[in-house]
């Protein structure tokens, strides 16, 4: 397959106004600046001192009866089950809420559904074993919001239940205790995009106001929320921001032993942790294990306070995570094979087979979307059922396309670019039929190609030291706040060479006549041969640090001949 060319375009330029406003910043990072909405110097220093922002709950619905239905749990002893997911969000989801809830001496364990024995959210069943088993109220964390059936039963059978949530809104919420998702349409939460970590968060923050001499702060738990907030990738602005700045900060000072484990096995320094290492490096691990095990491994990581026990299961988790990679590769092969020359003509891609391990489809699909950029679904198939995940494309709200298909649907939910649903296979040839007739409609005539869009078109001589230390200023970046790209025009390339273990990476000298940077380009290896002596490049400016050497470097995202 020949790679995808890619859409440059450029931020408009600064106006005149903010430009004045921001004067004492350096021209390039006001460009920066304006990008991000920020136009004036007030916007400018709150967005820039992250460390000083405040987050509140308030106003966010439910909070008031889920508290006080929990204090009654908490007082009568009552056995509380919290009902988290098997991915980073929903295990962090869940480990927070059983530490905060075991410190204020409740009666709380928690149960993480096996992604192919049990499936995704609310399980009728399961709700009724709970209660056999001497359950007063569930507690779900990362699920529900769609659970409308599931809720029914719960209250049918005695059993009460909280549900907090993320996941976009159905036509019917659910009847509860109380239900907490911001984006339910009467709720005036102005951050209506947490992750189901950032919401059980808020829970956590509203109960301990009502605990003032409890044994632990909210704080304490912000490293848990930087970490399934970073692995779901919700959009890193506004409060997601804040938290996942203080509880990088948690991490950094490693206090819980779980983590400094897992940090360990992934040769990272807890100085070192950004939003990359989480993303990179310890989401996956943590994620790996609800995909090819259980999610209960996870779990046992974070509430883990002996350093043996942690130590064992980080490298439990790191094997785990080495088999996710081959078989994410495995089953992206396989797709593409049974697609053959008809995946490059389709709107939106569809790949279903019984051999598709159901924990490794969604990465799967995510490289078909990047690969092709396509709207991409991979499922597993039984006798009776297709299980598939999707990953979309800005241009394309694949949870509102899987609305279209409710009726031919058991199951389904997610965001704007991820999501998943269950299909009987009597459905399914309707199913796909539809999925492609709606993908046609609002693709057709699109351009089809990933765009890369730069903050600035800039001279390599522009990038002065000082840069990075303002640039360090948007931290932490991401998903919605992704990290500033430059590009510039007629580079010489002076030196290139291959890297890696597989020499599909470039190491290149590259001057503009005034300066000299070193770059590298990951996966961009093939152009090696082809690269002419002047090029443009778009590219990241970024500190490198190799064995405590420190040096600038352009991180290049894609090259083209000048």
């Not at 559904?113 to 569930?138: C, H, I, M, Q």
């Not at 096995?265 to 790996?288: D, H, S």
Request: glycine share 8%; charged share 25%; hydrophobic share 40%.
């Amino acid at each position: 397959m020949t790679k995808l060319a890619k859409r440059w375009t450029t931020a408009a330029p600064i106006t005149e106004e903010a430009n004045r406003e921001l004067q004492e910043y350096s021209p390039l990072f006001r460009q920066i600046l304006f990008n991000r909405g920020i136009a004036s110097s007030a916007e400018a220093i709150d967005f820039l001192n992250i460390s000083k922002s405040d987050t509140t709950n308030s106003g966010l619905l439910g909070i008031p009866e889920a508290v006080s239905r929990i204090r009654t749990a908490i007082e009568n002893n009552e056995k509380i089950i919290i009902y988290g997911d098997f991915d980073a969000d929903g295990v962090t989801s869940s480990a927070l809420l059983v530490i905060l809830l075991r410190a204020l001496d409740a009666n709380v364990k928690e149960f993480l559904p096996n992604r192919v024995d049990d499936g995704y959210g609310l399980k009728n069943s399961k709700l009724e074993e709970l209660k056999a088993n001497g359950t007063g109220l569930v507690v779900t964390v990362d699920c529900g919001i769609r659970a409308v059936e599931q809720a029914k039963h719960a209250k049918e059978i005695g059993l009460d239940l909280i549900i907090t949530d993320h996941h976009t809104v159905g036509s019917q919420i659910p009847e509860a205790i109380a239900v907490i998702n911001p984006k339910q349409p009467e709720d005036d939460y102005e951050e209506k995009d947490l992750a189901g970590v950032g919401v059980a968060y808020k829970l956590a923050c509203a109960l301990l106001e009502s605990y003032p001499n409890a044994p632990i702060k909210a704080e304490e738990l912000l490293d848990l929320v930087a970490i399934g907030t970073v692995a779901d990738l919700v959009p890193l602005l506004g409060e997601n921001r804040v938290l996942v700045a203080q509880g990088i900060d948690n991490i950094q000072r490693s206090t819980r032993q779980g983590i400094f484990s897992l940090l360990g096995i992934a040769g990272v320094q807890p100085a070192e942790v950004n939003t990359g290492k989480i993303g990179f490096t310890i989401g996956p691990r943590i994620n790996a294990a609800g995909r090819l095990g259980s999610a209960g491994d996870s779990f046992d990581l974070i509430m883990s306070k002996d350093p043996i026990t942690a130590g064992n299961l980080a490298q439990k988790l790191d094997n785990i995570n080495r088999e996710r990679q081959k078989e994410t590769v495995n089953i992206h092969e396989k797709a593409r094979e049974l697609l053959g020359d008809e995946i490059e003509k389709e709107f939106i891609i569809f790949a279903a087979h019984r051999d598709f391990i159901p924990g490794v489809v969604g990465l799967a699909a995510s490289r078909l979307a990047e690969n092709y950029y396509r709207p991409a679904i991979v499922a597993n198939q039984t006798e009776t059922h297709t299980r598939g995940s999707c990953r979309s494309i800005p241009e394309f709200h694949i949870t509102a396309a899987l609305e279209q298909c409710a009726d031919l649907l058991d199951h389904f939910g997610g965001h704007a670019a991820a999501a998943g649903f269950t299909v009987k296979n009597s459905n399914l040839d309707e199913f796909v039929k539809r999925l492609k007739r709606i993908s046609k409609e609002q693709l057709s005539g699109v351009d089809l190609r990933p765009v890369i869009l730069a903050d600035a078109n800039a001279k390599l001589s522009d990038l002065a030291p000082s840069l990075i230390k303002e640039l360090e200023q948007l931290e932490p970046t991401g998903y919605g706040n992704s990290e500033p790209i430059f590009i510039s025009r007629r580079v010489q390339v002076r030196s290139k060479r291959t890297v890696g273990r597989d020499n599909n990476h470039l190491k290149l000298s590259l001057s503009d006549g005034r300066v000299v940077f070193d770059a590298i380009a990951f996966n961009l290896g093939d152009m090696l041969d082809k690269m002419e002596t002047f090029v443009d490049i778009a590219y990241k400016f970024e500190l490198n640090i190799f064995n405590g050497r420190r040096s600038l470097q352009l991180n290049i995202v894609d090259i083209i001949p000048a």
